[in-house]
């Protein structure tokens, strides 16, 4: 039964999601789950593409289409060779576009933005703790002000892309804009003070890059959004 809610260009975004897909990820299935985390190839191949920055403005490399439609035809077609593949890419276009695209400045929308739509920054969300899991009311990482700079100070755990990701998007508490204040904060590759802890084996889905490493953010000295 055809489906009344996707239009001609849906269905044409579809048609070149798969060809794409069929040559570009089912080829590396197999090493992918072997290895437990998806090729930096075939996150690149799909940026080539437009299939990871669709929701970008075109002044930073993106589509510029503001229509979650493609986003639900794109996790469509990468459920179909694992739901891994939808939930890995979907952390890129569902949850961090939003942020990357309201949430930043200028300065951060040109330094992040196009190589997000390229596929070369791979991006990951850390919200869940060891001993809070993913109920932001129990997150115990915390953030100060250390002059014009920022301290974080927690961890994170069960971080999808975490064991391979460019840029995090970290949720801590900021007791100094009140009690109950969390502020996201964007925690790069290569910060002082940021580490991944082991890559695990025990738990996941095979294809998923994020189980395999909690994601660590300790005493990292950073400016806000790593501005």
Known sequence: MRRLVFEAEHEEFRSSVRAVLQRDLVPHIETTREAGMISRDVWRALGEHGFLGFMVP???????MDDFRFNA??????????????????????????????????KQKERWLRPFASGGLITAIGMSEPEAGSDLGGIRTTARRVGDRWLLNGSKTFITNGYRADLVIVAARTPDCGDRAITLFGVEDGMAGFTRGRKRTDMGRHERNHVRGDQQVARALTRPWAA
């Open 58 to 64: 075109e002044e930073y490399g993106g589509g510029g």
């Open 73 to 106: 035809v794109l996790g469509e077609e990468l459920a179909v060779h694992g739901l891994a593949y939808a939930s890995s890419f979907g952390i890129n276009t569902d949850v961090i576009a939003p942020y990357l695209l309201e949430l930043t400045s200028i």
